[in-house]
């Protein structure tokens, strides 16, 4: 099963556009993190934001997290050809009060055409 | 080594075959996460490594899927008498942090992964 929901499943813009993901997810949460896959290739970590943190920014990328809403959004700014990939929130969970594993959503699927 | 390798990258198998699929970490971490990723969609947990021990396989779909990692670091997923619904990438990662304790965040390196498809 899966614990995160990306919203949009596809996202086609221009280069140069912004773009942004949503992310939803049901339990509550240690963690949330946002992954990138390029096709055919594994999935690489971009950005970790903590459950006491709101807004968190690295380079082009922007990440907000709504605890009370329980969801996230991954804004990229001034996007480039190279940005096209599908894009995964992951959330971490408490068990017995420790993190577990990585729980990923279906992913957003992100053209950006030149 | 400098990342997470995964062999073979790609496997065919005829249903009924076994398939072994092997990960090697980054050298140093501790964790080791199995996932199965289907066409289309996000990774899904399978087991779950911390050094040799074995601490989470509630993700294996069925007792034909076997994990081990016997010295810590190599680690091997078998699949015995594949079926169609087993097509599917295998992706392995590793982590420095102890995956299911407070002491510090699960960020996962992935592998590129291993594509399986049972005919």
């Known amino acids: 099963s899966q614990q995160g929901e990306e919203d949009p499943q596809a996202l086609s813009i221009q280069e140069g556009e912004n773009a942004t993901m949503n992310c939803s997810y049901k339990?509550?949460?240690?963690?949330l993190q946002w992954y990138r896959q390029n096709s055919g290739r594994g999935l690489v970590h971009l950005i970790l934001?903590?459950?006491?943190?709101r807004e968190k920014h690295s380079g082009r990328l922007r990440v907000t997290l709504d605890t009370s809403k329980k969801s996230s959004s991954l804004l990229i700014t001034a996007s480039r050809a190279a940005d096209t990939a599908s894009y995964f929130c992951?959330?971490?969970?408490?068990?017995?009060?420790?993190?577990?594993?990585?729980?990923f959503g279906k992913g957003t699927k992100l053209s950006v055409k030149p | 080594g400098a990342g997470v390798s995964q062999s073979p990258r790609y496997k065919v198998a005829k249903r009924g075959q076994d398939v072994a699929l092997r990960c090697d970490p980054i050298?140093?971490?501790?964790?080791l996460f199995w996932y199965q990723q289907a066409l289309g969609q996000g990774p899904e947990f399978l087991t779950y490594f911390q050094n040799e021990a074995q601490l989470d396989k509630s993700g294996l779909p069925s007792d034909r899927f076997f994990a081990e990692r016997p010295e810590g670091s190599v680690s091997t997923l078998k699949i015995q008498r594949t079926q169609q619904e087993d097509s599917a990438v295998y992706l392995c990662?590793?982590?420095?942090?102890?995956?299911?304790?407070?002491?510090?965040?699960?960020?996962?390196?992935f592998g590129a992964g291993s594509r399986l498809t049972v005919l």
């Open positions: 992951a959330t971490s969970i408490e068990v017995g009060g420790s993190q577990g594993n990585l729980i």
């Open positions: 339990t509550s949460i240690n963690n």
């Open positions: 934001i903590r459950s006491n943190e």
């Open positions: 050298s140093g971490h501790v964790s």
């Open positions: 990662a590793s982590s420095a942090a102890r995956g299911y304790t407070r002491s510090g965040a699960n960020v996962l390196t």
